[in-house]
């Protein structure tokens, strides 16, 4: 910059604090959220950043405020007041839509046809010629965007009512987009949004922010919030982010890029990513030659990567943590924030372009947390008509139109809301899962795949029926009631039903821990609001099936699979991540992160994956490297395989992933468990590989659990004890293995019960042993779920956890408090 520049600089520094004598300009520097009601909510957030954050690493973008006073001045001057207020006296709730559109159109004609007052000009003209020499520009580019005095409120957000004009350049452009955003505070929403909202059209004014653009067109943009938007969980920071400038996903216009960042470890100094999922990210806004902007398509590849590297995404949720933290000392309560953002292609660096508060879960942050429960509606319940029964998962009744698919080639064909009737599920079902509202079986038992998945889905489903697919009909009206206990019914038609909530608050303390059994980490985040002592069981499996998709050796030993097509669709899933080895790694890590984030700081037990043969085959590119077995169940599974070279470096990159999530993401809430530990030699050598692998028993805390489900743990439980700091019974192998019964036969069906005998004298051994060496013991199997005795039972020989499935832990509460009441 030479002295000339300078000397035009300093100019325009004094020029830009000293501009406002009619308070029609306020440059953003002598901004405060005290403004709002005369620049806006927009408009003063971003001054109250700037005064209070900027000295802490949150880089807003600068620039001033055209008042709501300008606004009263330029209607005064050109006397619209009077002709608009007959306009919209007209306009009530009941108003038809297009009567508004009229309305609306007369009223931003009239707008725009008017002239800016000449003082209004000249301010204009000066704050914008500052602002570009600020900037070393002579018109440096800027975004003209709309600030109610009504908007971005921490009880009525306002957002979107109103436009945003990009790429405006020189004086001319700002005075003639600074009309149009006036004209836009009566687009036809912004009108039926203030009726909906009880304001008067005169009530709410608007100012109009002029801020320097961020050249995210040269790189990405997106908005993030400091929750989670759907569930409301309060500690993370969920960032979406697309190419170019950020209109297209304010806009909803792409599918962008979504991370998850876990807030009380990130402020520890970890890195905890939680999740990081790839967006289509089809189409970008761009600046184009015109000085206006245009939509173009993103380049194939570009598709396939993520827009922001780590260290972007843990800077960018920094800054969301900071914004939340100063907003929520500023209005004396929590206050989560949803910001714009937008990457600066030329400095590199992230701006915080607009940040309100978030208006849907805070409101609901001092409501008593509820729950619901559902019961039949019927005077006379002889009168249903069965079609079919099976056995219960979840508690919900569900009326729809059945659909019966008899072919996973068909599952397209399932519509949302439909009940998909089948003979049975396998993970490549999920998608078709996904869009029913409830689920029926002919075949499988309580831990089938079907019955895990809808538990995760929170859907309710019938499993075994054994005819199901025979006796529903494509197009039946049907119900399905699972709130009856362990056995459901479909009942032909539409069957009446009534749903109870009942306060969480209200529910009793029980003398036993209840815990809950996780699989998929997209429903964590709402099982985690249950009120249970953290994660019984958290399945590794179902991570890689639904999130890896490819068998873990195909990431180690890629030369071993000779499919042309399976090697190509390995390639597609690996693409945004710089090797096969780091895509299967971070994508396990984050699985498990997420789940331990949900439950922070109450602990998750994370089982390593427990595949048997078979299933293993079904995962992609698995026929290259399992084994044909006759009985799987009994076969190459568990602590057999971490050992075996057969398996021993995929073994490898699952300890890495744990170890990232105790050691890098901060989450040392997770214990890490063994499955399927046949011998204490077993033990010990699957000890020593982990801790070779950075899990050390007792580094950084670490708790290592066993799985008790086969005769030799219980019966050397004692010796078993030198290896484990505790033990988590699997009811359903232990009970598979005590009566000698197939769980996966529907034969044998009858036969598998947990309250066998036999059964509970190896449950007693099990408790007892861990008991008399201080082991911690719980259990984690189906039959506490499925049977509330057993549960019951445990409790009594002093079990010190029971983990639920997350269906059936209100009801077992509320059975209990039923049972004190009951006792009282």
Known sequence: MNASTRSLFALSLITFCTWSQHDLIKPFNQITLDDIALVGGKNASLGQMINHLSKKGVLVPD??????????????????????????????????????????????????????PAILAQEIKEAYRSLSYRYGSEQCDVAVRSSGTAEDLPNASFAGQQDTYLNVRGVDEVLHYYKKCVASLFNERAIMYRIQQGFDPFDVAISVGIQK????????SGVAFSIDPESGFPDVVTINASYGLGEMVVQGAVTPDEYQVHKPTLKQGYRPILNKKLGDKKLQMMYNKNNNVSIIPVPELDQKLFCLTDDEILSLATSLCTIEAHYTEHYGRWTPMDVEWAKDGIDGNIYIVQARPETVHSQKQHEQHTINTYHLNMNNPAQLETIVSGQSVGTHIVSGVAHVIDDITQAHQLKDGEILVTSMTDPDWVPAMQKASAIVTNHGGRTCHAAIVSRELGIPALVGTGNATHTIRTGQQITIDCSQGHTGYVYNGIIPFEKKTLCLEKLPTLPVNVMVNMAHPDNAFNVAQLPTAGVGLARLEFIITNHIKAHPMAFVAPDRITDVAVTKEINTLTTAYPSRREFFISSLAQGVATIAGAFYPRPVIVRLSDFKSNEYGNLLGGSFFEPSEENPMIGFRGASRYYD???????????????????????????VMLPFVRTLE???????????????????GLELIMMCEIPSNVMLIDEFCAYFDGFSIGSNDLTQLTLGVD????????????????????????????????????????????????????????????????????????????QERDCA
């Open 63 to 116: 620039g001033f405020a055209i008042t709501a006073q300008a606004y009263q001045y330029f209607l005064q001057e050109n006397r619209l007041t009077k002709a608009m207020q007959g306009l919209l006296e007209q306009i009530t709730a009941d108003t038809p839509l297009e009567e508004i559109k009229d309305v609306s159109a007369k009223i931003k004609d009239m707008i725009r046809r008017a002239h800016v």
């Open 213 to 220: 653009m961020v050249r995210s067109d040269l790189a990405c």
């Open 645 to 671: 070279p057969a398996y021993m470096p995929a073994f490898a990159l699952e300890c890495e992933a744990m170890r990232r999530v105790r050691n890098e993401m901060g989450l040392t809430n997770v214990k």
């Open 682 to 700: 077993e033990a010990e050598k699957v000890s020593a590989i982990m801790a070779d692998h950075g899990l050390k028993r007792g580094q950084n």
């Open 743 to 818: 769980r996966d036969s529907y034969q044998l069906m009858h036969l598998f019960d947990e309250r066998n005998l036999a059964v509970k004298k190896m449950l007693s051994l099990a408790v007892e042993g861990a008991l008399r060496n201080n082991k911690y013991i719980g259990i984690c199997g189906q039959g506490p779920s499925d049977h509330p005795e057993i549960a019951q039972f445990l409790s009594d020989i002093g079990i010190e956890s029971l983990s639920l499935n997350a269906d059936t832990v209100l009801p077992f509460i509320m059975r209990y408090a039923q």
